[in-house]
């Protein structure tokens, strides 16, 4: 009795149903996107962006709608960015979490139809070589995509291609699994089932942006001071393979401490070639021929515009079409927003954008028409020079100076980048300099190095021929001569010695800090040479 009834038993759970594997669902295409993107970290602001292989990155939010079954399932997500880092995905919005997260590794390709069709049916078509005809019949596919590809036919076995005929080779559907858009995917659950609206953000490589600036001069007024046009642009870059349509854009200034190598996390799906081989032609009596490698190597002539390929891979239940573009350039004329986010900005476009696949999108977000800034000559002189050692005097450096406030017409963050700076002429605006803006916040100084000066020469050293004693009492005389070559007056910059190192007297100005030297401005007077005299010792004199 008790081995009846532990077959009985063994019988009920033979034929109990085995566990149900999780239903697949796919998720709709976004209903809503929205891009913010990060520039490169390491790139400095008069470094260009590397259009081949950009370093920066890009967080993407999706919203999309799923329909979930009762119980568990997986829930697949298409069109998802090339470049996206799957370990920093996070889907909100279903009703039982997620139990596990996969990047689908491999796309739809040539190497995957055929892996998927393996001992299944395709139709093979080729040329009747007696009558040109197109001749259609069912194969099985025998081997993987691995070398030659085989196929068994009615005719027996054989590997495609190594007739010497056109062939096509036409699936009648796509495996299971395969897409031709990178794949993420979540299994989850829920208890009861239902339409779900879900958000899906993460992290993708690929990406960069840059600021290029432009100001326009205006004539000179009183004190020297002139009022400016500054037009800035944002420059986006997408290397992906994927477009985000109708997205809302942000972009993120400042230096961001990145510790992932995210290029390294993408790992981007696979589309593998079909590569068909075949054994080589002649017997073992006969031997194989010997090839002519210096044939080989020769350069082929271009075939022919409207040359038949030679094979032909077809999918009948899917069709895919795709238009190339070189590097789609959009411009549109829209001014940004400006949001902190923590220490960095974010500057947010006020409409809607498509961020285009290997493609650039350019974004106005500044427009100063009435920036009020003045040119600025800045000389150094050293301690330990002397005078009578000086044979010719130096050029000043021209700087280019204003104040990110309100007042002088600007007043937000400015991001770094690239300037070029014009002057109005008796024939037009010309390029006057090309210079590099850093990160500027607001309320900040803002000087821009333009040149050296071909007008404003300083000649800056100390009085006594003895050298300097850097730990006595006494004070050395030190002397600046400063020329204006130019028909108005100039301010000059002169920078006295290292802040901290030197006690300073300068008669009848006021010495000031600034980045980090003692400093002092005057003004030179046109076509003009003044000479200035002052005093400095040593810091740690006793």
């Known amino acids: 009795m ?78 998802v960015a090339e470049g996206m880092v799957g370990v920093s995905a996070i889907v909100t919005g279903l009703p039982g979490g997620t139990i596990e997260k996969n990047r689908n590794a491999e796309l739809l390709s040539p190497a995957a139809l055929v892996n998927g069709a393996l001992g299944n049916r395709v139709t093979i078509t080729r040329g009747n070589p007696a009558t040109g005809e197109a001749v259609s019949e069912d194969a099985i596919v025998r081997t993987r995509a691995d070398g030659g590809l085989v196929l068994e036919s ?192 974010l500057f947010r476009a006020p409409a809607r954008v498509n961020v285009s696949a290997k493609g650039l999108k350019q974004v106005a977000f500044l427009n100063k028409s009435a920036v009020k800034g003045r040119y600025l000559y800045i000389a150094d002189c050293d301690p330990y020079d002397w005078y009578g050692d000086i044979e010719e005097p130096y050029s000043t450096d021209v700087y280019l100076v204003t104040k990110n406030e309100e007042e002088k017409g600007l007043g937000q963050s400015l991001p770094q980048g690239a300037m070029n700076v014009f002057e109005p002429t008796s024939r037009g605006a010309q390029l006057a300099a090309s210079t590099d803006l850093r990160d500027f916040a607001v309320g900040q100084d803002i000087e821009l190095f333009l040149a050296e000066s071909a007008q404003v020469f300083s000649t800056c050293a100390r009085e006594a021929e003895r050298r300097f004693d850097d730990e006595g009492r006494k004070w050395t005389k030190m002397r600046v001569e400063l020329t204006n070559a130019n028909r108005h007056e100039v301010r000059v910059r002169l920078r006295l010695a290292p802040s901290g190192d030197f006690d300073v007297r300068f008669s009848g100005k006021r010495v000031r800090v600034k980045n980090g030297y003692d400093s002092v401005e005057l003004r030179i007077p046109a076509n003009s040479t003044r000479e200035f005299d002052w005093k400095l010792r040593s810091f740690y004199a006793e």
Do not use: H
Request: aromatic fraction near 8%.
């Open 2 to 79: 008790r081995v009846a009834a532990f077959l009985i038993a063994l019988c009920a759970a033979c034929a109990a149903p085995m566990a149900q594997a999780r239903e697949v669902v796919d998720a709709s295409a976004p209903s809503d996107l929205s891009v913010t993107i990060y520039r490169d970290p390491s790139r400095y602001a008069d470094e260009e962006m590397e259009r081949d292989n950009p370093q920066g990155f890009a967080m993407i939010s999706e919203t999309r709608t799923v329909t979930l079954p009762a119980g568990e399932s997986t829930i697949r997500f298409i069109g």
């Open 154 to 345: 009615a005719a027996g076995f054989e590997a495609v291609r190594c007739a010497g005929l056109p062939e096509k080779l036409t699936f009648n559907r796509v495996p299971d699994g395969l897409s031709a858009k990178p794949v993420f995917s979540v299994d989850t659950r829920s208890e009861t089932g239902g339409t779900y609206e879900v958000v899906l953000t993460y992290i993708s490589w690929g990406f960069d942006w840059q600021a290029n600036y432009v100001a326009n001069l205006g004539e000179k007024g009183r004190g020297g001071e002139f009022s400016m046009q500054w037009l800035s642009w944002l420059t986006l870059l997408n290397d992906n393979d994927q477009s985000f349509e109708n997205a809302t854009l942000q972009i993120v200034a400042g230096e961001l401490n990145i510790e992932s190598d995210f290029e390294e996390l993408a790992e981007a799906p696979v589309a593998r070639p079909l590569r068909l081989t075949c054994y080589p032609i002649g017997s073992t009596a006969l031997g194989s021929p010997v090839r002519d490698y210096r044939q080989e190597l020769a350069m082929p002539p271009p075939p022919p515009a409207m040359a038949m390929m030679s094979d032909q891979i077809i999918v009948t239940a899917q069709r895919r079409s795709s238009t190339i573009q070189e590097t789609p350039l959009a411009v549109q004329a829209l001014t940004a927003s400006e949001e902190n986010l923590g220490d960095l900005k």
